[in-house]
């Protein structure tokens, strides 16, 4: 068993315990008391959730701000963005590229809300395809022997 169920396990075992500890409690007062023992739960209850929903919102927000997406400067040879596909793909052999990209070019901009990566230049045969329902043929990049 990995760590992560046994301290669900726990964390189940505690919840539990303490809502039968709870419901024997409120069985051994009276109606009056359980009402009131009940009121006074709710505000804390209340209050903790409360609390755990602006930690949670302000980290979300903290966290859009440095995952946005991916910028480029400049980019060289053939590149393809595919959906979905119904069929069979094929792809041909690349076009000549300029050149190979070089290191320590001049950078692209930083994107302008201070989050996600980004890059120089990005050169090559770049092919994404999200679904493809069929086969999928790509043409090497160099001459076959």
Do not use: C
């Given at each position: ?14 919840v ?35 609390t ?26 053939d ?14 052999p ?6 190979p ?45």
């Amino acid at each position: 068993m990995g760590r992560s169920r046994v301290w669900w396990a726990v964390g189940g075992l505690l919840v539990g315990g303490g809502l039968i500890g709870l419901g024997v409690f409120f069985h051994s007062v009276k109606l009056e008391n359980a009402d009131r023992w009940a009121s006074v739960i709710g505000v804390f209850v209340g209050l903790v959730s409360l609390t755990l929903l602006a930690v949670e919102f302000v980290g979300a927000r903290r966290g859009s701000a440095t995952s946005a997406g991916q910028r480029v400067g400049e980019v060289a040879g053939d590149n393809y963005q595919f959906g979905s596909v119904t069929g069979g793909l094929r792809i041909g052999p690349p076009r000549a590229v300029p050149g190979p990209p070089q290191e320590g070019g001049s950078p692209a901009q930083a994107p302008e809300d201070g989050g996600g990566q980004s890059a120089g230049r990005v050169g090559g045969r770049n092919v994404q395809a999200g679904s493809v329902d069929g086969g999928v043929e790509i043409e090497p990049e160099g001459p076959t022997a």
